[in-house]
């Protein structure tokens, strides 16, 4: 078993996944500078797709099928301010829903790896 596949066994396979994905939306919808990049958004396939990308990312056996981050993000303008505040309130959630400092560090490390492609675009 690889170490990703680990991490998504830890911290409890999709139905821990989507529990991370609530309460992250949760916060980014009810945030003031985050809000006007959701507005005209589809938000079931907007959970649906992060839900993929989050298993994926902790190495489930889930792959993302979504657009590639480049052109998912391509127009939208995304500052680095807003995506560090994506990023925070997927390690609240990711903590809140009792994924290990270690494992919230090894996903959030793996967002982060992706700031090229979504910041600015």
Same mark, same amino acid.
């Given at each position: 078993?690889?170490? %990703?596949?680990?991490?998504?066994?830890? #911290?409890?396979? =999709? !139905?821990?996944?989507?529990?991370?994905?609530?309460?992250?939306?949760?916060?980014?919808? +009810?945030?003031?500078?985050?809000?006007?990049?959701?507005?005209? &958004?589809?938000? +079931?396939?907007?959970?649906?797709?992060?839900?993929?990308?989050?298993?994926?990312? %902790?190495?489930?056996?889930?792959?993302? @099928?979504?657009?590639?981050?480049?052109?998912?993000?391509?127009?939208?303008?995304? &500052? +680095? +301010? %807003?995506? @560090?505040?994506?990023? &925070?309130?997927?390690?609240?959630?990711?903590?809140?829903?009792?994924?290990?400092? !270690?494992? %919230?560090?090894? #996903?959030?490390?793996?967002?982060? @790896?992706? =700031?090229? @492609?979504?910041?600015?675009?």
């Amino acid at each position: 078993m690889s170490e %990703a596949q680990s991490i998504y066994r830890r #911290i409890g396979g =999709r !139905d821990a996944v989507e529990a991370v994905v609530d309460g992250f939306y949760d916060r980014v919808f +009810e945030d003031p500078v985050l809000e006007p990049y959701f507005e005209s &958004t589809d938000r +079931e396939a907007l959970y649906a797709h992060q839900v993929q990308f989050i298993s994926s990312v %902790a190495g489930g056996p889930v792959s993302y @099928d979504g657009d590639d981050m480049q052109r998912a993000h391509s127009g939208m303008g995304i &500052t +680095e +301010e %807003a995506f @560090d505040r994506v990023a &925070t309130y997927l390690g609240e959630a990711l903590r809140e829903n009792g994924v290990s400092n !270690d494992d %919230a560090e090894e #996903i959030l490390g793996r967002v982060a @790896d992706l =700031r090229p @492609d979504v910041v600015g675009q």
